[in-house]
């Protein structure tokens, strides 16, 4: 008898064991799905006494070519800097307001913001590739500026940004292009933006062992003609030039801020390593932030993703400080 | 039924449950294009 509701005793604890694991393992599960490890730091709770948005302002005839303009409130200054953010999706997809939150808190700390759609290649518009996205960036710009003005925020200077493929696009409007941009560009941050397009560094692709497969992709990039044979020539670098930020690194490159992840296989963390010599060999005052355990999300690597953050703070103050 | 060790135990369910349930998780999400999926704001 005392066996029996000893057993029965240890069954029920087993149970217990049991139920307690299953909750605290649906605990966990809960806890890393909603916990903020930036506790909030980089957001902002938006109000009329923040800023306004326009939204959907068009800088051209398709229906992707809109922008969000963000504004703060306090219009009494006589000018201000504009921050760019561009959207990450892969050139195929993703949107302008995915980066409300980062849009707004810029425009928190004093700056007019905005995001720009562009046409993302997609079945139905194959014929969109990098260069044309940057083209569409190129040419809103000024219409972002000049928009600005209406609204009373006369805008003297800007810094482009933006993630993964809004990287990419980001770092080539600060390299190519900022010497006709309507005010001065003052500096360029980015996460995991290709910024080359060598086929030995795209070895998740398998394209450091398939050439043809690498033409293949570098052609709808570039929407230009590669062929196998071209790889490792002067040739190719002319051709991927106008998609290739690195190809644009000179001493007169503008301050540039950019975090990458070393597991990174939607975009080669190599292609990164190559740009940060670039910019070193050039002389160009940057920040490269490598996420040692993150891939492209940059996800795990809280700390180093908040220096990251904190950097670029640190960068606005110093070359486009709020007046 | 709840002796010091028996506590003690159940301590170390919870810790370890939590732990494994938090690990999980980001193993998936690191499966999920490196956390690029909703937004990449996951973590």
Same mark, same amino acid.
Request: proline residues 3%.
């Given at each position: 008898?005392?066996?029996? @509701?000893?057993?029965?005793?240890?069954?029920?604890?087993?149970?217990?064991?049991?139920?307690?694991?299953?909750? #605290?393992?649906?605990?966990?599960?809960?806890? +890393? $799905?909603?916990? &903020?490890?930036?506790?909030?730091?980089?957001?902002?709770?938006?109000?009329?006494?923040?800023?306004?948005?326009?939204?959907?302002?068009?800088?051209?005839? $398709?229906?992707?070519? @809109?922008?969000?303009?963000?504004?703060?409130?306090?219009?009494? +200054?006589?000018?201000?800097? $504009?921050?760019?953010?561009? *959207?990450a999706? /892969?050139?195929?997809?993703?949107?302008?307001?995915?980066?409300?939150?980062?849009? =707004?808190?810029?425009? #928190?700390?004093?700056?007019?913001?905005?995001?720009?759609?562009? !046409?993302?290649?997609?079945?139905?518009?194959?014929?969109?590739?990098? =260069?044309?996205? #940057?083209?569409?960036?190129?040419?809103?710009?000024?219409?972002?500026?000049?928009?600005?003005?209406?609204?009373?925020?006369?805008?003297?200077?800007? !810094?482009?940004a933006g993630g993964s493929? /809004?990287g990419?696009?980001?770092?080539?409007?600060?390299?190519? &292009?900022?010497?006709?941009?309507?005010?001065?560009?003052?500096?360029?941050f980015e996460g995991v933006g290709?910024?080359?397009?060598?086929?030995?560094?795209?070895? #998740?692709?398998?394209?450091?062992?398939?050439?043809?497969?690498?033409?293949?992709?570098?052609?709808?990039?570039?929407?230009?003609?590669?062929?196998? &044979?071209?790889?490792?020539?002067?040739?190719?670098?002319?051709?991927?030039?106008?998609?290739?930020?690195?190809?644009?690194?000179?001493?007169?490159?503008?301050?540039?801020?950019m975090a990458y992840g070393? *597991?990174?296989?939607?975009?080669?963390?190599? /292609?990164?390593?190559? $740009?940060?010599?670039?910019?070193?060999?050039?002389?160009?005052?940057? @920040?490269?932030f490598?996420?040692?355990?993150?891939?492209?999300?940059l996800?795990?690597?809280? +700390?180093?993703y908040?220096?990251y953050?904190?950097?670029?703070?640190?960068?606005?103050? @110093?070359?486009?400080?709020? =007046? | 039924?709840?002796?010091?060790?028996?506590?003690?135990?159940?301590?170390?369910?919870?810790?370890?449950?939590?732990?494994?349930?938090?690990?999980?998780?980001?193993?998936?999400?690191?499966?999920?294009?490196?956390?690029?999926?909703?937004?990449g704001?996951?973590?």
């Amino acid at each position: 008898m005392r066996n029996e @509701k000893k057993g029965n005793k240890t069954g029920m604890f087993i149970f217990l064991c049991i139920i307690l694991f299953i909750i #605290s393992f649906v605990g966990g599960v809960i806890f +890393k $799905l909603v916990y &903020d490890p930036f506790h909030g730091k980089y957001k902002v709770n938006w109000t009329d006494e923040v800023g306004k948005i326009y939204s959907d302002i068009s800088y051209g005839e $398709l229906e992707s070519n @809109k922008f969000d303009l963000y504004v703060p409130s306090d219009n009494s +200054k006589e000018s201000y800097g $504009l921050i760019v953010y561009l *959207h990450a999706g /892969g050139f195929r997809t993703g949107d302008k307001k995915d980066d409300a939150d980062t849009l =707004k808190y810029y425009v #928190s700390k004093g700056y007019v913001t905005a995001g720009i759609n562009y !046409t993302l290649n997609t079945d139905d518009n194959p014929q969109y590739n990098i =260069k044309t996205m #940057s083209e569409e960036i190129k040419k809103a710009i000024p219409i972002v500026v000049n928009k600005a003005k209406e609204f009373g925020y006369n805008i003297d200077e800007m !810094t482009i940004a933006g993630g993964s493929a /809004g990287g990419c696009l980001a770092l080539i409007y600060a390299y190519r &292009d900022a010497k006709e941009a309507p005010v001065p560009v003052r500096m360029v941050f980015e996460g995991v933006g290709p910024s080359s397009f060598y086929p030995e560094d795209w070895k #998740s692709y398998g394209l450091d062992k398939d050439s043809k497969a690498a033409a293949d992709i570098f052609s709808y990039m570039t929407g230009k003609k590669i062929t196998e &044979d071209m790889f490792g020539t002067k040739e190719y670098d002319e051709l991927i030039k106008d998609v290739s930020a690195l190809l644009w690194v000179d001493e007169n490159t503008v301050p540039t801020v950019m975090a990458y992840g070393k *597991h990174d296989i939607f975009q080669p963390y190599e /292609g990164s390593v190559r $740009l940060d010599e670039a910019l070193t060999a050039a002389g160009v005052d940057h @920040k490269y932030f490598v996420l040692e355990h993150s891939g492209h999300g940059l996800q795990n690597d809280t +700390k180093e993703y908040m220096k990251y953050l904190d950097t670029v703070e640190e960068y606005l103050n @110093k070359y486009m400080p709020v =007046k | 039924m709840f002796t010091k060790k028996r506590v003690a135990i159940l301590g170390i369910v919870v810790l370890v449950g939590f732990y494994l349930g938090a690990l999980a998780t980001r193993a998936i999400i690191n499966l999920m294009i490196g956390g690029t999926l909703f937004g990449g704001n996951f973590l």
